[in-house]
């Protein structure tokens, strides 16, 4: 989008706004810093407008999140599926932050498909369906929701951006720019972080409160996961394997394989990474690459999506070590293909 489209798009979505009453926030799921900074800043700016706002998600909210949400704000679809069914289905807008896809809100996706409420979206992933939505806010050029919706915002009138809005879109800026060391990250992240701060976001403060609370199943899981990993390609690329196992032995769930993707994109010289989670339900799989692999594309094989250097995919039950072979092949034709070579 450029920049016209973007205004353009947040005219249509203050006029859908102003038109809404009932107005319900969701993300995707396993909900990230911006996924659940954009809908408490979204929340708040809505409050402010008078509106009546409900969080609903899929997936319970991260422990290094729940700070933010000191309240109880967010409500989790699964804990009274027939009561939350009926308010997305009285509601007048649903806005869809950090995602474009109705099938990462998972469990909630027939319902929130078939509401006849309105249906907006935020996000700065590639590859929205316009045709799904009445209003589309979506670039990808931004690093982060929680920018766009600065940008938003804005737009509207600054005074909306209060300490509570600060605090939600810094750790959103925070987290999607990787501490703001992501390819994405411009001097515009940065005066809008000026900003943040100015208003109250405390830097110091948010960024122990994300990174700074690590339990010791973590850190085991972690130890554990780092002996998985095994190297490719002369160190270029690197895989890691996390089981249920590994999980049960300490404790631990998938929100602390958080941050285990970027951990090996430190290794010297590694140009692409991938981790794989086994999950009861399935696989979980993250992808991530530097310069120009194109991971979103290589992502889109096993069905997912996300970015060009950081994307994800889903998929059924089965063995991760197979898999990881599998993977393995794959990739060395996929760059092949993309005459790439490492
Ligand atoms: P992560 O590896 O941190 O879970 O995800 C990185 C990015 O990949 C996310 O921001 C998201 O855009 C994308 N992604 C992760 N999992 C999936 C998935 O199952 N399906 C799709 N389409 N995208 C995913
Ligand atoms: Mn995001």
């Known amino acids: 989008m450029n920049n ?18 009932k107005i319900i926030l969701t993300t995707h799921l396993i909900p990230d810093g911006d996924a659940i900074g954009s809908e408490f800043a979204m929340y ?15 997936s319970y909210t ?26 997305i289905n009285n509601a007048d807008l649903i806005i869809i932050l950090d995602t474009n896809e109705y099938s990462r809100t998972k469990s909630m996706e027939a319902v929130l498909k078939n509401s006849p409420a309105k249906k ?20 990808t050029n931004y690093p982060a929701t929680g920018e766009l919706l600065y940008d938003y915002f804005s737009f509207d009138n600054k005074k909306y951006i209060n300490k509570f809005i600060a605090v939600n879109l810094y750790v959103g800026i925070l ?22 701060i100015s208003r109250g976001a405390d830097p110091v403060y948010i960024y ?39 999980f049960k032995d300490y404790h631990s769930d998938v929100q ?9 994109m430190s290794v010297k010289n590694i140009k692409a990474g991938i981790v794989i989670v086994e999950r009861n339900n399935g696989i979980k799989l993250s992808f991530r690459s530097k310069g120009n692999i194109n991971m979103r594309s290589f992502a889109a094989e ?30 060395k034709v996929f760059l092949s293909k993309q005459k790439i070579n490492l």
């Not at 016209?4 to 009453?21: D, T």
């Not at 602390?256 to 090996?264: K, L, T």
């Open 4 to 21: 016209k489209k973007i205004i353009s798009s947040f005219k249509s979505l203050k006029k859908i706004i102003g038109e809404s009453k």
């Open 44 to 58: 708040n700016y809505l409050r402010q407008n008078g509106k009546e706002v409900s969080i609903i998600n899929h």
């Open 62 to 87: 991260p422990d290094s999140y729940q700070w933010q949400d000191k309240k109880g704000i967010i409500k989790v679809f699964k804990e009274n599926t027939d009561k939350y069914t009926k308010l």
């Open 120 to 139: 907006a979206v935020i996000d700065h992933h590639l590859g929205t369906q316009f045709d799904l939505f009445d209003v589309v806010v979506n670039d």
């Open 175 to 196: 987290t999607d720019t990787g501490s703001f060391r992501y390819p994405r990250t411009t001097q515009k992240t940065f005066l809008i972080c000026a900003d943040l």
């Open 208 to 246: 122990d409160m994300v990174y700074g609370q690590l339990n010791t199943g973590k850190i085991k899981l972690l130890g554990r996961f780092i002996d998985s990993l095994t190297y490719h390609l002369k160190g270029k690329l690197i895989l890691g394997v996390v089981t249920m196992q590994d």
């Open 256 to 264: 602390d394989v958080d941050g285990f993707s970027s951990f090996i």
């Open 302 to 331: 096993f069905g997912g999506g996300g970015h060009k250097n950081a994307s994800g995919a889903s998929l059924p039950p089965q063995d991760p070590y197979e898999l990881k072979e599998n993977i393995i092949s794959k990739f």
